[in-house]
């Protein structure tokens, strides 16, 4: 099946730095999300981007499906930022599947 | 935004005994719904993918007679983890998305199951 590998696995950051997350899945997809998983564990939803480039705030995300990577892009980091990012990734394989990303737990520092 | 809710968000039952978790879709029809088992500080694992009125997909591994999945209905599934045993312990999250392949997926907020 596809594997969904994020990097790095953790990261630190002091406040106001800036960081990149990246998103490499093995084979063809349909979807592709980032979540930030809170403390409770609530998945926040980030971005839906199967493809292209989209901006939210500080946030924003570039899916390149034809070379099979996603980047998630954090400026001006703040403590608020911390948690685990998600990227999942929606394909057929007989049956629809919807599969997670190994992760990236981020830390930022004040 | 789409929204998914899950019932209970916590429940701790004894060993032995059966427990059921509800996701609905809350405002759209969801032909598909997911269910995924997370263990601290790991990704989330997807357990079984069910569509409604037809039986549920489970992904190798996961045991289908100890969790019974049923899609009744266009807004809601169930999980039952049946004969709960502490191993059994995990955050259980479910999710839905309201068509084909190209549609966004909406997570519910997750359940938290202890078994003593």
């Known amino acids: 099946g596809i594997q969904v590998e994020q990097s790095p696995p953790d990261l630190i950051l002091q406040e106001g730095a800036n960081s990149t997350l990246r998103c490499n899945f093995s084979?063809?997809?349909?979807?592709l999300q980032w979540f930030h998983q809170n403390p409770w564990g609530q998945l926040i939803n980030l971005f839906y981007?199967?493809?292209g480039t989209k901006q939210n705030g500080r946030l924003s995300a570039t899916t390149v499906a034809t070379e099979r990577y996603s980047l998630l892009y954090i400026s001006s980091s703040q403590t608020t930022d911390s948690g685990v990012y998600f990227c999942?990734?929606?394909?057929?394989?007989?049956?629809?599947?919807?599969?997670f990303g190994t992760g990236t737990r981020l830390k930022v520092l004040a | 935004g789409a929204v998914v809710s899950q019932h209970p968000s916590w429940v701790i039952c004894k060993s032995g005994t059966s427990v059921k978790i509800e996701c609905r879709s809350l405002?759209?029809?969801?032909?598909?719904m997911f269910w995924y088992r997370q263990f601290p500080k790991q990704s989330l694992m997807l357990m079984a993918t069910?569509?409604?009125?037809?039986?549920?997909?489970?992904e190798q591994g996961v045991e289908k007679d100890k969790f019974l999945i049923n899609h009744a209905s266009l807004t809601l599934s169930t999980l039952t983890v049946t004969s709960a045993h502490p191993e059994d312990s995990s955050f259980y999250i479910c999710?839905?998305?309201?068509?084909?392949?190209?549609?966004?997926?909406?997570f519910g907020p997750g359940t938290r199951l202890t078994v003593t």
């Open positions: 999710s839905a998305k309201p068509g084909g392949a190209f549609y966004e997926q909406y």
């Open positions: 084979d063809s997809v349909n979807n």
């Open positions: 981007i199967p493809s």
């Open positions: 999942a990734v929606g394909f057929i394989s007989g049956t629809y599947k919807y599969i």
């Open positions: 405002d759209f029809q969801a032909t598909t």
């Open positions: 069910s569509n409604e009125g037809s039986k549920a997909t489970y």
